[in-house]
């Protein structure tokens, strides 16, 4: 009798171990990884905005990305103007390029390379043709005009083309500042010097 107590008994305790233990390794693991879950989320969702402005931004689509696009899509066009600018909260390339009379304006989100908008019109093609193989980077022009300029100033968007038979980057800045006057600066867009306007 005793010994059929003591086999039950046994019994009792390895089924009981056997059921309690692969469920107490479960649960420690889904408290432990649903506060660093929580935490990774948290950190996605906050926007890191340290610095205002876009000279520290880095775009999928760079520029010669949207070059590459815009010629992909149109064919070998001369281009003559890109700027980069927001609308509605999107960052965009505007690519303007002729060929044989015809001017092509596209604009190419910044971040998925889609073509946002275009438009064809008639044109003497009477431009000054962007030379890419010579062209400093946006990145360098933005970061020559912060040199030029007071502590507390950021870049908010910059356009490439012919200016007084230059091609130059206009840079445009604004001030953290706010008591500070925004404007431009213009960058010869081969040397990387400023340019007095």
Request: proline content about 3%; hydrophobic content about 30%; charged content about 35%.
């Amino acid at each position: 009798m005793k010994k059929r107590i003591m086999i039950a008994l046994m019994s009792s305790t390895l089924i009981l171990g056997a059921c309690q233990s692969p469920n107490d390794p479960d649960e420690s693991e889904d408290t432990t990884e649903q506060p660093a879950n929580e935490n990774s989320t948290n950190e996605e969702e906050q926007p890191t905005t340290d610095n205002k402005g876009i000279q520290d931004a880095d775009f999928d689509i760079s520029l010669e990305d949207a070059v590459k696009i815009f010629h992909d899509e149109y064919g070998e066009m001369d281009v003559y103007a890109v700027e980069l600018t927001t609308e509605e909260g999107v960052y965009q390339y505007e690519i303007k390029g002729y060929k044989e009379g015809t001017e092509q304006k596209s604009h190419i989100d910044a971040d998925s390379g889609d073509i946002l908008e275009d438009k064809e019109k008639d044109d003497d093609g009477n431009h000054m043709n962007i030379d890419f193989n010579k062209l400093i980077s946006p990145k360098e022009a933005m970061d020559n005009a912060l040199q030029e300029l007071e502590d507390g100033a950021f870049i908010t968007s910059w356009e490439l083309g012919e200016e007084n038979g230059e091609m130059v980057y206009e840079v445009e800045y604004d001030f953290e500042d706010s008591g500070k006057d925004d404007g431009d600066l213009n960058i010869e867009a081969y040397s990387g010097d400023t340019l007095e306007k």
